[in-house]
């Protein structure tokens, strides 16, 4: 079956540090792929897409991703964390039609 | 712009009561509609997706499960609540590709 994988359960920056947070995809059709952040006891909101051409997409509030086709990686970047970027965030993937397929998430702690 | 409701947004229910979780979507037609599962630690889990009114598929075999009376709304539902049913239900819509979320549901069996 095709899996989504985030290595990362927790992940803790000091605010303005850089971020990275990793996703990887099991080997399938070209991909859609999707980051959600979600703060505690709140819905998932979309942070960014990529559909197809430039591979380095750019999202909401400061954050951008890049996908790697010969890494099947789609990482999430943030040059400098804000106290308010503290949530969980997740990977998704969608081949062709098929059904969303979610990472089990990173959770982000910012230290002041 | 579309929004997307669901409530309540929290429930406490005796084990053996029945459960309804209602979902509505405003301004789209014709959305695929999905029920999710967020219990502690385990990431999203699929319930239920629908791809138009009466037109149910279920991903996980279990004691729920789910109506779509309406274009737009989209009902959870259990006859007798497990213990186990307890977690965070998330209503979700699409037109094919990026999912879009509502506030959730945070349900404790008692």
């Known amino acids: 079956a095709q899996s989504v994988t985030q290595p990362d359960i927790h992940i803790t920056v000091s605010e303005g540090a850089s971020l990275e947070l990793r996703c990887n995809y099991s080997?399938?059709?070209?991909?859609?792929l999707f980051w959600y952040v979600q703060s505690p006891g709140q819905g998932l909101q979309l942070l960014l897409k990529y559909f197809s051409g430039d591979t380095l997409v750019q999202g909401i509030k400061g954050f951008e991703a890049e996908f790697k086709r010969s890494q099947s990686s789609f990482n999430l970047r943030k040059p400098s964390v804000h106290w308010s970027d503290a949530a969980e965030y997740f990977c998704?993937?969608?081949?062709?039609?098929?059904?969303?397929?979610f990472g089990k998430g990173t959770k982000l702690t910012v230290n002041p | 712009s579309q929004t997307i409701h669901q409530w309540p947004a929290t429930l406490v229910q005796p084990v053996g009561s029945p459960l309804s979780l209602e979902c509505t979507v405003e301004?789209?037609?014709?959305?695929?509609l999905y029920w999710y599962r967020q219990a502690a630690g385990r990431g999203l889990q699929l319930l239920f997706y629908?791809?138009?009114?009466?037109?149910i598929s279920s991903e996980v075999p279990q004691n729920l499960s789910a109506s779509r009376p309406q274009d737009r709304q989209f009902i959870l539902s259990s006859k007798k609540l497990l213990l186990s049913d307890s977690g965070f239900y998330l209503c979700?819509?699409?037109?094919?590709?990026?999912?879009?979320f509502g506030p959730g549901t945070r349900l404790t069996v008692t």
């Open positions: 301004g789209t037609s014709n959305p695929n």
């Open positions: 080997y399938g059709a070209t991909p859609y």
């Open positions: 629908s791809v138009g009114i009466g037109q």
């Open positions: 998704a993937v969608q081949w062709g039609s098929e059904k969303l397929v």
């Open positions: 979700a819509w699409s037109l094919g590709g990026e999912q879009y």
